[in-house]
């Protein structure tokens, strides 16, 4: 079976410009998380989507937006980007939210932002 | 705050035991994971403690006492396919929370 799938694997922008990265998460996982990790540190939580709803969010900008689209798939948008952005972007599914339970997550092997 | 303490950096023997512990201050816990990443790839799983007490999964066994905010990792027989870094994780609400990592160096 397919494990968590991330796309692009990497990617350069400047200063100011969109990004779009996508995920697919393990087939009957419906739960996605979206974490930022610098180089160095661990991973920081962005988003988690459950069933198409967000169900937490991290401390980030609003320049940081999701969504879950029907399939289970997400999408993490950043705008306006900054050097600071530069990171491993991470996704993870599970079955699901794993509030109070051993859900754990799947991590995909991420999408590498490099912000010039 | 919210923040997870380990050690950066810990150095063992190949063949040897190693602990890798973790405290953590959170407003939230539900558990604490733990998961191993090698460099340039994605974290894996390793294990997870909801309850006080030792969690045994091979050469894996997490450990966890509640009332004192502490966990810790214990790898035994290291390999060296064992050099990465080692994340503790605690789960509150819905959301993660991760500390640094542990890079483990293991010598032949």
């Known amino acids: 079976d397919a494990g968590v799938t991330q796309s692009p694997t990497h990617l350069i922008k400047t200063r100011g410009q969109q990004v779009t990265l996508r995920c697919s998460p393990i087939s009957g996982h419906k739960s996605v998380s979206w974490y930022q990790q610098v180089l160095g540190q661990g991973p920081q939580f962005i988003f988690q989507?459950?069933?198409?709803?967000?169900?937490g969010r991290g401390n980030f900008p609003d320049r940081f937006s999701a969504r879950q689209f029907p399939n289970y798939s997400s999408e993490l948008n950043v705008n306006a980007l900054l050097l600071g952005d530069s990171a491993l972007y991470l996704c993870?599914?599970?079955?699901?939210?794993?509030?109070?339970?051993?859900?754990?997550?799947?991590f995909g092997d991420g999408t590498r932002l490099s912000i010039l | 705050g919210q923040s997870l303490e380990q050690p950066s950096e810990v150095t063992a023997v190949e063949g040897a035991i190693v602990q890798i512990n973790c405290t953590y201050q959170?407003?939230?816990?539900?558990?604490l994971s733990w998961y191993q990443q090698h460099d340039g790839g994605a974290p894996t799983f390793l294990s997870y403690n909801a309850l006080d007490g030792l969690e045994e999964t091979g050469r894996f066994s997490s450990f966890l006492s509640r009332s004192d905010s502490y966990g810790y990792l214990l790898l035994q027989e290291l390999q060296m396919k064992d050099s990465a870094s080692y994340f503790c994780a605690v789960r509150s609400n819905y959301q993660l929370i991760w500390g640094a990592g542990t890079k483990l160096i293991i010598k032949p």
């Open positions: 989507y459950y069933e198409k709803e967000e169900r």
């Open positions: 993870a599914s599970s079955l699901v939210p794993g509030q109070g339970s051993n859900q754990p997550q799947h």
């Open positions: 959170t407003s939230g816990f539900y558990g």
